[in-house]
């Protein structure tokens, strides 16, 4: 059941119709799976009669319903039409493009269909004379008003005697057209990402701690940005009140050391590390174990916190790359260059912090340099947007 696992911006919705091609929709739905795609089936009920439930659940791995009256407590067509990113129906039949074009919802993926604003392709195939008829031609064409893809479907022999236009394409050229409709990337399937976000907090005693700004919106942003793009993802954050990302897994800390610790036992299998996380620079030199009275509370000892990144250099393998960041006020480019070299880093972001704008805030203005320079800049972008610029710099770094 590893195909079960949910990956944001990569799950897939794969309709099929109710005609024959829909035993070649197998192969399509393992070769979206390659390629770094979350798949849920919805079959229409007249499907089932050539390929059958269990096939579905056995190759997606999850659950397939095929009637709004199956699994009725989970609302499976708002659920589903709110999570897929895509929706694909291949093959489409004749009926099923005229319940389609009109709107109707009388069983699950219809219902999904009209539940759902993410793009649509459809894949048809069937008879030339269906295919060729002017009800299925006015279908089309209202569909394809309405924002629909639809593939032209292949010239050539038929399940019966005949011969013409109705085949269901090839599962290559369904990819192609997919992708282009889908205008998603998968490159970085196969990557194992380790980023760290928010900003670590030293006690001072059970109550009060020594701690930033840091919201670990960024870092959040950067795991689904890659998760999306088909890496497989872990989140270290520390403090972050961020909601789950589907399909990351998330190792909550606290302190520095409980930082440290995860880093070790997560960098080793990691071919890319963004240390997003603002670590403290400092903490008590004693915590308290009870709360510190106020009227003691006059000055409290510190002593620097271990530099994460410098003693990962040292582990650091050829294959692997560190992406650092850097929250500056000053002299932006040379601090960022120094803490470049200092670190180890193969790249590192640099914002300028100095009005305070860019804790918590969703926008971020700053630049990507590695050990050559700036390569890239945004001024006010959302933090995802920063993310897959990134992400990009990375892969170029990868070659
Ligand atoms: O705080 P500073 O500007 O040095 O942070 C630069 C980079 O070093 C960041 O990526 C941060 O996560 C990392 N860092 C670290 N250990 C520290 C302080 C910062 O790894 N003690």
């Known amino acids: 059941m590893s195909q079960a696992v949910s990956r944001p911006g990569r799950e897939v919705i794969l309709g ?63 659920s589903l039409a709110a999570d897929a990113r895509f929706i694909i129906i291949a093959p489409a039949t004749a009926d099923l493009l005229a319940r389609l074009a009109h709107g109707r919802a009388d069983d699950l993926l219809t219902n999904v269909v009209l539940a759902s604003d993410a793009p649509k392709l459809l894949v048809p195939a069937m008879h030339p004379k269906m295919w060729l008829n002017p009800a299925t031609i006015a279908n089309v064409e209202t569909l394809r008003s309405r924002g629909f893809h639809i ?6 022999r ?32 196969g990557k194992r990402v380790l980023v760290t976000a928010g900003g670590t907090r030293e006690a001072i ?19 689904a940005a890659a998760a999306a793009r088909g890496a497989s993802v872990s989140l270290i954050a520390a403090n972050c009140d961020l909601p789950e990302i589907n ?46 009275k106020k009227e003691f509370l006059k000055e409290i000892a510190l002593t620097p916190t271990p530099d994460l990144l410098g003693e990962l250099k040292v582990l650091k393998k050829a294959t692997q790359l560190i992406v650092g960041f850097a929250a500056e006020t000053q002299d932006l480019d040379a601090s ?45 972008v959302p933090k995802d947007t920063l993310a897959n610029v990134l992400l990009d710099q990375l892969l170029l770094q990868i070659g």
């Open 16 to 78: 099929i119709g109710g005609g024959i091609a829909a035993y070649k929709a197998c192969d399509l739905l393992r070769r979206l799976q390659d390629d770094g795609f979350s798949v849920t089936v919805v079959p229409t009920p007249a499907a089932l009669n050539f390929v059958g439930t269990s096939t579905w659940e056995a190759l997606s791995g999850r659950p397939v319903y095929s009637q709004v009256w199956e699994n009725v407590p989970g609302v499976a067509h708002v």
């Open 151 to 156: 593939m032209e479907p292949e010239v050539g």
């Open 158 to 189: 038929l399940t019966g005697p005949d011969s013409g236009v109705g085949r269901f394409p090839q599962t290559a050229n369904i990819l192609a057209r997919f992708r282009e409709v889908a205008g998603s990337k998968a490159d970085l399937l």
């Open 205 to 223: 005693d059970p109550v009060r701690y020594i701690g930033n700004r840091s919201s670990g919106k960024q870092g959040f942003a950067i795991a």
């Open 247 to 292: 399909g990351v897994e998330i190792i909550r800390v606290e302190s520095t050391a409980e930082l440290r610790t995860a880093l070790n036992s997560e960098f080793p299998a990691s071919d890319v590390l963004i240390m997003c996380a603002a670590v403290a620079d400092a903490r008590p030199l004693q915590t308290s174990g009870e709360k510190i």
């Open 336 to 380: 960022a260059s120094s803490k470049l070299v200092a670190k180890g880093l193969d790249l590192i972001y640099v914002n300028d912090v100095s009005d305070g704008a860019i804790f918590g805030s969703d926008l971020t203005s700053g630049t990507v340099m590695d050990k050559n320079g700036p390569l890239v800049s945004v001024e006010d």
